[in-house]
């Protein structure tokens, strides 16, 4: 990951009118665009305040659309190799005007990137079908919460493979499946060859409780 956890300032817990920073070592890079610290001098040819600096601000207003705008954030997230956390982060730091209030006031639904996505889809839905790109997007960007079962990553994101397309087959759906889980349940589960989606989750399941057991 480009940007160290301990090498970012966290969001201030009011999210109020101050201008933040988000801070790699001795970098920091404002809202206003200001780049400043050790690595414009030393690094010069490194891009990451650019896709940082291109990313606009996201207030709910009718002509914004917040699909858009979480894809940039999510592709310059993986461009740099960002956190899902630090990308959380850098979306609530580009929230403005009533989409920043409504966070605010609603910022105990939405702790994590994933449960950011969801609520701001839900507020500021689109008022035009889904196109297959957008969907394919979502569908791939779906990760496995911090603390989300088996059961319940599973059911959305089969639920995403279903608005994606009616059609995948369950080694496709498999596919998405490993791709989104943790890291360790993603690696327990390269070693095996599922055949049906209902053994995955059997197996997966199983796994997962002999990881809290021990």
């Given amino acids: 990951m ?36 050790d690595m414009r001098r030393q690094q010069p040819e490194m891009g990451i305040t650019e896709k940082i600096l291109d990313i606009p601000q996201f207030s709910g207003e009718l002509k914004h659309n917040v699909k858009q705008w979480l894809r940039i954030i999510h592709q310059a997230c993986d461009d740099q190799e960002i956190s899902e956390h630090d990308g959380y982060l850098l979306a609530i730091s580009r929230l403005s005007g009533s989409a920043r209030d409504f966070f605010k006031s609603h910022r105990q639904y939405a702790i994590t990137w994933n449960s950011l996505v969801d609520l701001l889809m839900n507020r500021y839905p689109s008022s035009q079908v889904a196109s297959p790109e957008e969907l394919l997007f979502r569908l791939i960007q779906r990760q496995q919460g911090i603390r989300e079962s088996i059961a319940e990553y599973y059911e959305k994101k089969n639920q995403l493979c279903h608005e994606y397309d009616i059609c995948v087959t369950d080694q496709q759906r498999i596919y998405y499946l490993k791709q989104g889980l943790g890291v360790e349940l993603k690696q327990y589960a390269e070693y095996h060859s599922f055949v049906s989606l209902a053994q995955f989750k059997n197996v997966m399941e199983i796994h997962e409780r002999h990881q809290l057991q021990t």
């Fill in 2 to 37: 480009a940007l160290a956890e301990d090498g970012l300032c966290l969001i201030n817990e009011g999210i109020d009118d101050r201008q933040t920073e988000i801070q790699h070592n001795s970098t920091g890079i404002t809202q206003r665009g200001e780049i400043h610290g």
